[in-house]
């Protein structure tokens, strides 16, 4: 079974603190992605890895940033968090596939809710 | 602009029924779509998928019918049991674009004894 672990269930920030949320994968998968989620808006996509030290923005990368030093671990940073990056914050990963098998679900972890006070 | 979408905030099916979920979709580029499952407090759980090349896809209680030319997704589940009850998310991606997944809002199913 693919394991993807989120380093904290719950997590309580300050506005202007720098917050690094950790993500690890054990299945070798090659693709690696944040989301958030929010009541009413589903998920929505900060940042993706296809590989390791290389960085996609999704749709809302605004205040993030991220890095993927070796290829089961994604961070996500918040540079300087603010109350409206308060959330559920969930990481997944995925095979990358190749020719007919190029489409692969994503994994995904048990999410890091973050309050930003 | 939400490319996936889920019409239906909400819906309750009696144990033993057949629940239907649907989605829509406006990108003719999507190629591969995906049904996830979530219950609170936990990561989305992947139930099923199809590629664009087929139209139907079957696994155990889980049937997802796919109509490209209608962009219309839709879930199967039958019977439906009370540990099904979760929020279910619709999500599509064009494999020539990348890995990304674009998101429906999702549809919470409740289903009563």
């Known amino acids: 079974d693919v394991k993807v672990t989120q380093s904290s269930r719950y997590l309580v920030k300050r506005t202007g603190e720098k917050v690094f949320l950790e993500c690890v994968q054990d299945m070798d998968h090659e693709n690696m992605f944040w989301y958030r989620q929010d009541p009413g808006l589903g998920l929505r996509l900060i940042y993706f890895s296809y590989d390791v030290k290389m960085k996609e923005k999704g749709d809302i990368p605004e205040g993030y940033s991220v890095s993927r030093e070796k290829k089961e671990r994604f961070s996500l940073i918040l540079e300087s968090a603010s109350t409206n990056q308060t959330s559920m914050y969930l990481c997944a990963s995925s095979l990358k596939g190749h020719g007919m098998w190029a489409n692969q679900p994503q994994h995904f972890g048990d999410g890091t809710r973050l309050s930003i006070l | 602009d939400q490319q996936v979408k889920q019409n239906s905030p909400s819906l309750s099916v009696q144990e033993g029924r057949i629940s239907i979920l649907n989605c829509d979709y406006t990108n003719s580029m999507f190629d591969y779509f995906l049904w996830y499952k979530k219950y609170p407090a936990e990561g989305p759980t992947f139930l099923i998928s199809?590629?664009?090349?087929?139209d139907k896809n079957e696994d155990g209680r889980f049937t997802v019918f796919l109509n490209k030319s209608a962009k219309h997704l839709s879930l199967h589940i039958v019977p439906s049991q009370p540990g099904d009850s979760a929020v279910y998310f619709c999500?599509?991606?064009?494999?020539?674009?990348?890995?990304?997944?674009?998101f429906g809002k999702g549809t919470s199913l409740l289903v009563t004894p």
């Open positions: 999500a599509a991606s064009d494999s020539n674009s990348g890995y990304a997944l674009n």
């Open positions: 199809i590629s664009s090349i087929k």
